[in-house]
């Protein structure tokens, strides 16, 4: 793995020396500023010395692969790699002076230190300040952090096999992919029972995964200082007050090729290869590998994704084939047949949809309307509505027998919470002017009192609704926007043609709620890149205690305003448009200026279905891009200025530190893309059964892009444990309950299903063919001469009446204008309809839940065999152990008696 010679004379250099921590310090790279005081305070023949050692590692140096992730030597593995440049203005002998204590502090818990000086670097002006754990080190901290390491290979079988696991051959990955390692017992680790652990080689016994773990909880406790009376301590600090620039793990080689010799097995490697690449789109993904590089929390992220892109393949199949059951009835259906006849439809002339601008229309100008509107509001829409709240429970209840098995496969059943997302955030402890005893720790902390939290506190949820206020007003805007040109396209298709039976898909309505909805996307776009950030900001003054508290402060903002500003048009469209209208000659007004927008007499559906599609695929397709072309730009742009002086070596740390951060909030944004997607399939897809399916095919490209932008464009994160997805399960069954409520009012309200069951059932006076006459039956009468002044079209007719939907009393009638007793029937069946759908969804709800177990019954039973295999295995370790020193004991104490002996007898030998 490297030259001896120099291991050798490493290792002489240790021992002449005395002492480990001053070698490594010797050894670094001493023409840094940060090494370079060192030398003055050693003898001269050591000067000598190293300077010879230097030189034999600066050659080597040299020969070193720019692949390489070891120390100079060939021998010791960088674990993390911290970055700083010089800087020029008043702080920097200030941020030196704490780069000195911070790194000095760091040797003295162990972690060793070689330091790249700016020189051997392409840009010419970067530092980089290579960290190694070694074994003491990695034993020490890995008792601390308790991590799970193996004991006995576990006798217990995979659960692997599936039914028809033969069918499913070419979704799997290799075996060696799959499960790249043997399944263990496995118990807390022990310095002390060091034999009690399979301990093979202890260069490769913590993955590397643990080990940036544990150099990073170092690096987030060290202390750099005490300033104005407090002890500073921290990364986090130091990069944000810029003193370090970067802080990270590096990857394991190139994504492009495999490791050569020495370095290890290059899983970044396997992972593009089996995991990142578009190509296996229909692959499953090494969760286990993915594991072990990146660590559970983002593994359980894509564990999550995937298991829910495998549920949505279910859903998808039953809405397509509801989409299909529309596209073939779709001549079939009476309604549109009856819209498209010149004989009826060219014969009902409707009333104006605006005041004065807007024309009489013949009603099979919306004839293909009336066709597309069937496709989705169809006999499928009741039975997909209930089959997806039967969906969503099955859904959420195996997703937590998923992952309470992940918990086991993973050593996650004891997890605590990570005590790195526990720890104090640097800008809490800046902020906090007052200390207290911790009643957990007993130990002094800041602490920032309530009154001081207050007023912050106000100013956030204060902002919050301004920002959902302005999604609000925006929402209105758009509505304003479509009443006020719908006019003009009304003046321009709505010509003396449309009274000529031409018919055209592209209606005032059709038109301006496309136009409208593109409209509101791009204002959705714009609203989110803005909330973003004053979002983040507003969090940030809230000054929260831990990373923990953080996160939750801000899903709670986000998930709050994207509700509202992607859900917003749809619940309008969906609950609100079209159901306060009035009638011709008593309209209801919008600010007293616009008429209140009416839908379609096919319902509001087909525009509730736009708006779905063009928002959900509209977001889908931009987040997609972004998350492919901004890190891939960014990286270019990067790379290229960087890369100055092209004769240097473009070294493995250089490579990583050119690429963008994933951040600690990364996870946090992908999991919020996905409750909303999650939100667009469940609350409204009784009006769109494609939705389903475009979110799986979304979601196939969405890990691929995922795991592509992980391990070719981002630095590889710092591994962290979590045991679930945390607050965002309990959001997915708020949102499922309140999927319920909203699709059985979707086919109340918004779509014609109930209408049309209770003219087939009460009102058909036909029956050979019950629904005809429906669409005559659905319009009421209105007489011109009624209309006043400010409202007639200016073009004067020969009508003497038109047409409008809703169920009231003709003009002849004693109450005309009035809602008639049809209205009533059918909004007593409406509310009927949605007080059953309601309990019957719940009632299969809960029994679902009831019926399925939230642990799977062999998991159970795998738990507690671990836990006795565990034990037995301890209890046998501590007996043999406690055997050994008996036995030593006696045979010490035997030796003690011959000894005694002997003196006995050459005593009276003397006498």
Known sequence: ?????VLEMVQEEERRAGSEERFFEVSEDLSSRESSFLISEEPRSAKRYNLFLRRRLMFKKDEQSKDSIFFRDGIRQIDFVLSYVDDIKKEAELKAERRKEFEQNLRKTGLELEIEDKMNSEDGKTYFVKIHAPWEVLVTYAEVLGIKMPIKESDIPRADKIPFSCMLGPLKLPRNVKHPHAEYFTAQFTRHRQELFLIEDESSFFPSSSRNRIV??????????????????????????????????????QYWKPSEPPNPVNERYTLCQNWARFSYFYKEQPFNLIRDYYGEKIGIYFVFLGFYTEMLFFAAIVGLACFIYGLLSMHDNSSSTEICDPEIGGQIIMCPLCDVMCDYWRLNSTCLASKFSHLFDNESTVFFAIFMGIWVTLFLEFWKQRQARLEYEWDLVDFEEEQQQLQLRPEFEAMCTHRKINAVTKEMEPYLPLCSRIPWYFLSGATVTLWMSLVIACMVAVIVYRLSVFATFASFMESEASLKHVRSFLTPQITTSLTGSCLN??????????????????????????????????????????????????????FFKGKFVGYPGKYTYLFNVWRSEECDPGGCLVELTTQ??????GKQVFGNIKEAIYPFVLNWWRRRKARTNSEKLYSRWEQ???LETFGSLGLFYEYLETVIQFGFVTLFVASFPLAPLLALLNNIIEIRVDAWKLT?????????????????????????????????FIVAFTSDMIPRLVYYYAYSKNAIQPMKGYVNNSLSIFLIADFPNHTVPSEKRDFTTCRYRDYRNPPDHEDKYFHSMQYWHVLAAKMTFIIIMEHVVFLMKFLLAWMIPDVPKDVVERIKREKLMTVKILHDFELNKLKENLRMNSSDFAKHLIIQENKVHLAKSAT
């Open 712 to 744: 070719t464009q981002y630095r590889r994160p710092v591994a962290a444990k979590a045991h679930s997805i945390g607050v965002w399960q309990d959001i997915l069954y708020g949102m499922a309950v309140l999927s319920v409520a909203t699709n059985a």
């Open 1 to 5: 793995m490297g030259d001896p010679d």
């Open 656 to 658: 990583d530190h050119d």
């Open 216 to 253: 990073y909880y170092i690096l987030s406790r060290c202390p750099f200082g005490i300033e104005d009376g407090k002890k500073r301590f921290g990364i986090e600090r130091l990069l944000n007050s810029h003193t370090y620039s970067s802080a990270f793990p590096l990857h394991d080689g």
């Open 521 to 574: 996307f791009i204002v959705i776009l714009i609203l989110n890149f803005f909330y973003e950030r004053i979002s983040a900001w507003i969090t940030k003054m809230e000054i929260p205690r831990t990373h923990q508290e953080y996160e939750s402060s801000l899903t709670l903002k986000m998930f709050l305003f994207q509700f509202v500003n992607f859900y917003s048009s749809c619940f309008y469209v969906a």
């Open 612 to 617: 779905l599609t063009i928002i959900m695929t």
